[in-house]
């Protein structure tokens, strides 16, 4: 199994920056398997969102309210991935919640963590 730890939440105001980490842990086995992981967010009474992906290989794939001011990266070697959130808007206010996918099609996801934007 997969374990996935994000942190990096608070609150910031709007226009500001904030970087979110997802490190990975469990057995190697595990962690080579995984082929992608990326980050969602559910705002209250919306329904949850991919915001990015990344591949194990470097693809990316954003959300359109988000491209060009977020940005996935991820570091293979420290299994873990971030997204850097730059000109937040009150409209990012939500949980963001990190999420790796497996080659065997298995998913796993972190607990959350807010992300609260201030006009």
């Known amino acids: 199994q997969v374990q996935l730890v994000e942190s990096g939440g608070g609150l910031v105001q709007a226009g500001g920056p904030l970087r979110l980490s997802c490190a990975a842990s469990?057995?190697?086995?595990?962690?080579?398997?995984?082929?992608?992981m990326g980050w969602y967010r559910q705002a209250p009474g919306k329904q949850r969102e991919l915001v990015a992906s990344?591949?194990?290989?470097?693809?990316?794939n954003y959300a359109d309210s988000v491209k060009g001011r977020f940005t996935i990266s991820r570091d293979n070697a420290k299994h873990t991935v971030y997204l850097q959130m730059n000109s937040l808007k009150p409209e990012d206010t939500a949980v963001y919640y990190c999420?790796?996918?497996?080659?065997?099609?298995?998913?796993?996801w972190g607990q959350g963590t807010q992300v609260s934007v201030s006009s």
């Open positions: 999420k790796a996918a497996s080659r065997a099609t298995l998913e796993y």
């Open positions: 990344i591949t194990r290989g470097g693809s990316t």
């Open positions: 469990g057995s190697l086995f595990t962690i080579a398997a995984i082929a992608a």
